[in-house]
C-alpha cells in the first residue's frame, strides 16, 4: 500500500530556512514525477515545486528561486529546502506524484512563518 509521511515543518521568523522531507512507501516513487503542494485553509491545494525522475525541476513563481526540490532515490525520499521564507509560505504542505496523483494524501506538515 502507498503512503507518504511528511516531515519538517515548524514556526520560522520571516527571511529563515526550513528543510521538510517526504518519504514515500510502495512503488510511486522510482517511476514517477514526486512534487510538492501547499494548502491554506480555505484554499485548495497550490503546486509548489516538481522533480522528474531525471531530476528536471519545476518551481511555481511564488517560489522560484527561494525553494530547492531534490530526491533521494536510494531513500525513497523526496525534500524541499525553502529558504527566504515569507508569512504568505505560511501554509500546510503535502508531498506527492505530479498530478494525477497516485497516491493518498498524506497528513502534511504545517509551516509558519512569522513576520
Known amino acids: 500500500q502507498v503512503q507518504l509521511v511528511e516531515s519538517g515543518g515548524g514556526l520560522v521568523q520571516a527571511g529563515g530556512s526550513l528543510s521538510l522531507s517526504c518519504v514515500a512507501s510502495g512503488d510511486i516513487f522510482s517511476i514517477n514525477s514526486m512534487a510538492w503542494y501547499r494548502r491554506t485553509p480555505g484554499k485548495q491545494r497550490a503546486f509548489v515545486a516538481t522533480i522528474s525522475t531525471g531530476g528536471i525541476t519545476n518551481y511555481s513563481d511564488a517560489v522560484k528561486g527561494r525553494f530547492t526540490i531534490s530526491r533521494d532515490s536510494a531513500k525513497n525520499t523526496v525534500s524541499l529546502q525553502m529558504n527566504s521564507l515569507r508569512p504568505e509560505d505560511t501554509a500546510v504542505y503535502y508531498c506527492?506524484?505530479?498530478?494525477?496523483?497516485?497516491?493518498?494524501w498524506g497528513q502534511g506538515t504545517q509551516v509558519t512563518v512569522s513576520s
Open positions: 506527492n506524484t505530479l498530478y494525477p496523483w497516485r497516491a493518498p
